[in-house]
């Protein structure tokens, strides 16, 4: 016969373990849910620290820039021309006058032969305006002498006529004496009147010339200009130098126009450094402050001699001179960077600049427990900064060690723990 089973305390059972089991797991979640935050690990090696410090900071300002010669001389075309060879290419030794490239112009060489040929006409005509000037005064001269001894002449004939007269009247006819006196007036005023003519000769004679003169001269330095343009076609050296390059190198065949740079020439050892300050730091700049030069492979000493009043590009130019002798590692247009020495706080605690936080503001950093293994979140008031440099004006002490790396994505934790 069949036996009627009961299955309910088994189900009862079943039902307890459920229940005794989802209150485990609650009570579990609610206690975790109830401890500290475990401390998250972080990476030693991609972390930066620093150790803060008490002693002298130096505060600087930093800005990239580029190494300038001094004494630089830049040639342009005088006149169009086109580029028929260059002799010398960026970079070369020259020496005054040594010819860089040379060009051609058929237009000059036409100039210069007009020019030429009406120079030559004004010296042929004040030549022979010259010749003439002379010969005019001469027969003025010679006219007059004829003149002269007409004159004495008729003098003579009137004062014998006037003897006789004197003497005998009937020896002479009144008649006589009178044409012999007309003939000495007239004789007299021609004479005055050639004389006059002769000075007037005389005095043109030194305007004509004069005017003529400088018709020739002007023709002359016309003549000279395009004999400069002419020679300004071979481009020589003017002084002693280093060829550098131009922004825009030119080709054989290329043609360029009057004002167009053809070449630079600079002097090595003279160089000087354009460092761009922000626009936001530049009133810290003064003249003659120490400004440290790095070319990547030295560090230069100079000092600030010029800052530009105007702003480019949201920074200041600002001229550092350099002190002789250069090493070798300083070049034109080299690339470099310049630290403005502004000022030294003494007795200051202060520590590296970490990659966020301003200067005279407030943020939170990791410091490092004593034992280095945890790093915990501190609040630290900053204030004066430099490049490498920020002062520390509370919530640290020196010796203490803090990461500078940006911990941003560890912002919901006040401790981590360094592996």
């Known amino acids: 016969m069949d036996i009627i089973r009961d299955t309910k305390p088994q189900k009862r059972k079943r039902t307890v373990w459920i229940v005794g089991g989802v209150v485990l797991v609650a009570a579990g979640a609610f206690g975790v849910s109830r401890l500290p935050n475990a401390a998250p690990p972080v990476d030693r090696a991609t972390t930066w620290v620093d150790t803060v410090q008490r002693g002298t900071m130096v505060r600087q300002i930093r800005g990239p820039g580029t190494l300038i010669p001094e004494d630089a001389r830049l040639i342009t075309a005088v006149t169009n021309g086109r580029v028929e060879e260059i002799a010398l290419l960026p970079g070369a030794e020259v020496q005054a006058g040594d010819v860089i490239l040379r060009m051609s112009n058929p237009d000059v060489d036409l100039q210069l032969l007009q020019a030429q040929t009406q120079l030559s006409q004004a010296q042929s005509t004040l030549f022979q305006l010259r010749a003439n000037l002379r010969t005019q005064e001469l027969q003025q001269e010679g006219a007059i002498a004829t003149l002269e001894a007409q004159l004495a002449a008729a003098q003579r004939d009137y004062d014998t ?8 009247p009937d020896l002479v006819a009144r008649q006589e004496l009178d044409r012999t006196r007309d003939a000495v007036n007239e004789m007299e005023t021609r004479l005055r009147v050639e004389s006059q003519r002769l000075e007037v000769m005389q005095e043109t004679q030194s305007d004509q010339l004069a005017a003529q003169q400088l018709q020739v001269d002007r023709l002359q330095e016309t003549v000279t200009f395009n004999q400069d343009r002419l020679a300004s076609l071979v481009v020589r050296a003017p002084s002693n130098g280093l060829l550098a390059p131009l922004e825009v190198p030119l080709q054989v065949g290329q043609y360029v126009t009057s004002g167009q740079q053809l070449a630079r020439i600079v002097v090595p050892g003279r160089l000087k450094a354009e460092i761009r300050i922000p626009q936001t730091q530049v009133q810290d700049i003064a003249v003659g402050q120490i400004a440290l030069v790095d070319t990547r492979s030295d560090t230069i000493e100079g000092r600030v001699t010029r800052i530009d009043p105007a702003v480019r590009g949201g920074s200041v130019t600002i001229d550092v001179a350099l002190p002789l002798p250069l090493p070798a590692s300083a070049r034109p247009d080299l690339t470099v960077d310049g630290n403005v020495v502004i000022d030294r706080l003494e007795d200051v605690i202060y520590m590296g600049r970490p990659t966020f936080g301003q200067a005279n503001g407030r943020i939170s950093i990791f410091r490092l427990t004593p034992d280095g293994q945890y790093a915990e979140r501190v609040t630290v008031e900053l204030g004066a900064s430099s490049v490498n440099d920020i002062e520390v004006r509370s919530g640290l002490q ?19 723990r360094l592996r």
């Open 398 to 416: 020196p010796g203490d060690v803090v990461i500078l790396t940006d911990m941003a994505q560890w912002d919901n934790f006040d401790r981590v």
């Open 161 to 168: 006529n006037r003897r006789l007269y004197d003497t005998n």
